[in-house]
């Protein structure tokens, strides 16, 4: 095969899993992780030529999966002629350097397959960053010993899983890069600052924040589009977008709202990768009301839901408020949905892409945003009136009283804004 049939032949990938005693699992055998790790592969524009799962009490310290199965591989390798052997577990550089002088080819992980999609689907400049921050840290230990392996750009033609910082060779040393992760930490900073800027006037504007939650591929962006009538990209891929998205919903009834979009979760996520990009998911921290999304139709949703709290109470919102929205109702049987649904009280089903009870998804929402906002009865000084525009501006006034000591108000306000205008006018 000429350079240029490589360059036009699809990556092929062999998979790898660990099968541990049930202690180190969290309610996903073996089997069933490989196969999201095969979707995953795929979303990163590989095919999949073969799969094997090892079975022990632990994981090799040396090679994950011990010797004799690294060189079975190696022979597996020599007859299906695989591009990648990629690991379901996220691999120590020794174990990954250990392996490849196995393995005569590119030896992989989870971590790796997910850092390439982010760098695919990074669209934002503060996605893109926190991508290359990711990466970088990624790759720091694994550059011993790696020379100019590890010398790959953004965009090498013909390649997979070689979408790499783009602005940083990765050949150079450590400090460079540790020089280049500080910086980039550094315009994240300023990123965030600005965001938390724009949160703070949504503060003030009284506008509340319903944010998507849920497992990738959930339907989140599907549900944002339906909703909110954005060009948010939704697609039967995992990790369809990354960058948080924002737009205002005006519901024929009920009080509008700001409807956020943000980067789904997944089985087996490093913490490192939350951590780096916890700017983004801190929108999840700044909503007034979560929607969990659920695909009710997939196998493993009880699953998929306890990795998402998992993340959620890691992040500090655990106990924020939520509704828990199964999606994709038209690919499950009528008796296990009504099953589902008196399992979880307070559940909103539909069916995102057919339109299906948009309008009881939206009756919920509005309930769960009434919940937030109290009833207040005060009394404004006419030498004060500026704090009854306020109150017009910023809550619902029920009832309006022009008294001798002021305007006595009954107004519904959302509770932030009802302590600030008693401390106000208790001052």
């Known amino acids: 095969m000429n350079e240029t049939e490589l360059r036009n032949r699809q990556a092929t990938a062999f998979l790898v899993g660990l099968e541990l005693p049930s202690a180190y699992r969290d309610g996903w055998s073996a089997a069933e992780s490989l196969d999201e790790l095969e979707r ?18 632990a994981p090799d310290v040396a090679t994950y999966i011990g010797r004799g199965k690294a060189e079975e591989i190696e022979l597996l390798r020599r007859e299906l002629d695989f591009d990648f052997v990629i690991f379901d577990d996220e691999l120590t550089p020794v174990q990954q350097r250990n392996l490849e002088k ?3 080819c590119q030896v992989l992980d989870r971590t790796a397959v997910i850092l390439d999609i982010f760098a695919l689907r990074a669209r934002t400049r503060e996605a893109k960053l926190q991508v290359e921050l990711a990466q970088l840290g990624y790759r720091l230990p694994r550059l011993t010993g790696k020379g100019v392996e590890l010398s790959r750009q953004a965009g090498s033609a013909g390649t997979v899983f070689n979408r790499g910082p783009g ?3 990765l050949e150079v040393d450590r400090r460079r890069i540790r020089d280049r992760m500080a910086a980039l930490r550094r315009e994240l900073e300023e990123i965030k600052a600005h965001r938390e800027r724009l949160r703070a006037e949504r503060r003030e504007s009284a506008v509340p924040v319903v944010a998507l939650t849920g497992y990738t591929n959930a339907g989140k962006s599907t549900l944002h589009r339906v909703l909110a009538g954005s060009d948010v990209l939704a697609e039967d891929r995992l990790f369809a977008t990354l960058d948080a998205t924002t737009r205002r919903v005006q519901p024929a009834e009920g009080e509008p709202y ?35 999304v659920v695909d009710a139709s997939h196998p493993k949703r009880a699953e998929q839901m306890a990795t998402v709290h998992r993340v959620l109470e890691e992040l500090g919102a655990g106990d924020k408020p939520t509704l828990v929205v199964y999606n994709k109702i038209d690919r499950v049987d009528p008796a296990e949905l009504d099953h589902l649904m008196r399992q979880t009280p307070g559940a909103v089903a539909v069916a995102a892409a057919l339109g299906r009870n948009l309008d009881g998804l939206q009756a919920a929402i509005q309930q769960a945003l009434h919940e937030r906002r109290e009833v207040l009865e005060v009394v404004i000084p006419y030498a004060r009136s500026a704090w009854l525009s306020w109150v017009h501006e910023r809550g619902r006034v029920l009832t309006e009283e022009h008294r001798e000591d002021g305007t006595y108000v009954t107004v519904e306000l959302e509770r932030g804004l009802a302590a600030r205008l008693r401390a106000a006018l208790d001052e």
């Not at 995953?40 to 009490?57: F, H, K, N, W």
Request: avoid cysteine.
């Open 258 to 292: 700001l409807l956020v979009d943000t980067v789904g979760f997944i089985h087996n996520l490093p913490h490192h990768l939350v951590a780096a990009f916890r700017s983004t998911l801190e929108e999840v921290n700044q909503a007034d009301l979560l929607l969990h």
């Open 102 to 104: 196995i393995i005569e």
């Open 167 to 169: 602005e940083t060779k």
């Open 40 to 57: 995953l592969v795929d979303t990163a524009g590989a095919t999949v030529v073969g799969r094997e799962v090892q079975s022990r009490p």
